[in-house]
């Protein structure tokens, strides 16, 4: 399993020194291995050139197929943990903004005190990096929402309103509920959530587009231009707690609203302390904002 476990470091980080320095392996030790491999299947896997390490044709082949057994792998190792009654493992997860700021505090302190030996590897996307990451298995399972996804499975937790966003004193905060169409008259910042947007949708849906004028891959940052009087956005009412800027947040007509789910592959052959964390967030999302 070591030479399956360095070629997959390779394709990661693409170089043979970068893998043989991340497993703490010499580089002449990642290159046997990897020969090993293509003597062992009769083809080449990798092809080397001066930028890198690329899977060959057939290697790009037969990768998916040596993900799925490397995945299966940890997952025997956790399930092996498990039943000897061991209260360790990691969890890799990736998560969206609202959810790593209002969410993940209360949820990882629980937790822990439960699990406290635990580990977790945490990466921060939108919808799209979020999907690849758990195809490649680079995480275990990911918040997403479940329109913006496909090839993998997913669990929906909750529901929430999405809101449009203006300066304080801003002529339409009049209103108590902004039609959509009025948002198109006034500069849009975007916040960048890969190739579904729930506001890009209701705007179409509606047969109408925004004037975008910035795309922003930060919640928080949007909140600082809109502040700034550079424009108007609609953003999920989660992210918009406990945030001290200026700003008026109304609905809008008609209502926006976000489903956030978790995606993951196959919930069997999750690692157990990923089964142990998902079974946890599910018994206290009533209390989660």
């Not at 990798?46 to 299966?72: D, W």
């Not at 196959?266 to 206290?284: G, H, T, V, W």
Request: hydrophobic share 40%; proline share 6%; net charge negative.
């Amino acid at each position: 399993m070591k030479r399956y476990l360095a070629l997959q470091k390779i394709v990661e980080l693409g170089s043979f020194s970068a893998a043989a320095q991340a497993l703490g392996y010499t580089q002449s030790a990642v290159s046997q291995m990897v020969a090993s491999l293509e003597d062992e299947w009769s083809m080449k896997l990798l092809r080397r050139s001066r930028t890198g390490a690329q899977l060959t044709i057939e290697g790009a082949e037969l990768y998916p197929y040596i993900e799925r057994m490397i995945f299966q792998y940890c997952a025997m190792q956790e399930k092996a943990k498990d039943i000897q009654g061991l209260e360790t493992g990691i969890i890799r997860m990736g998560t969206l903004a609202s959810i790593s700021a209002h969410w993940m505090p209360s949820l990882l302190k629980e937790f822990q005190q439960q699990y406290p030996q635990v580990a977790f590897v945490i990466h921060q996307g939108d919808y799209t990096s979020i999907q690849e990451w758990i195809k490649t298995g680079a995480i275990d399972f990911g918040f997403v929402s479940p329109k913006a996804v496909s090839g993998i499975q997913t669990l929906p937790l909750k529901k929430g309103p999405m809101l449009a966003v203006l300066p304080e004193g801003h002529p339409l905060a009049e209103k108590e509920i902004i039609p959509l169409q009025d948002l198109t008259e006034e500069p849009f910042i975007l916040l960048e959530e890969g190739h579904y947007y729930e506001p890009l949708e209701a705007f179409r849906a509606i047969g109408a587009e925004p004037d975008v004028r910035y795309t922003i891959h930060d919640d928080y940052a949007i909140m600082t231009m809109v502040e700034a009087g550079l424009g108007v956005s609609i953003l999920a009412e989660l992210v918009l707690h406990r945030t001290n800027y200026r700003l008026a947040l109304r609905q809008t007509d008609p209502p926006i609203f976000r489903t956030v789910a978790i995606g993951y592959k196959d919930k069997e052959s999750l690692p157990m302390a990923s089964k142990r964390f998902i079974a946890y967030l599910q018994s206290r999302i009533d209390a989660l904002p």
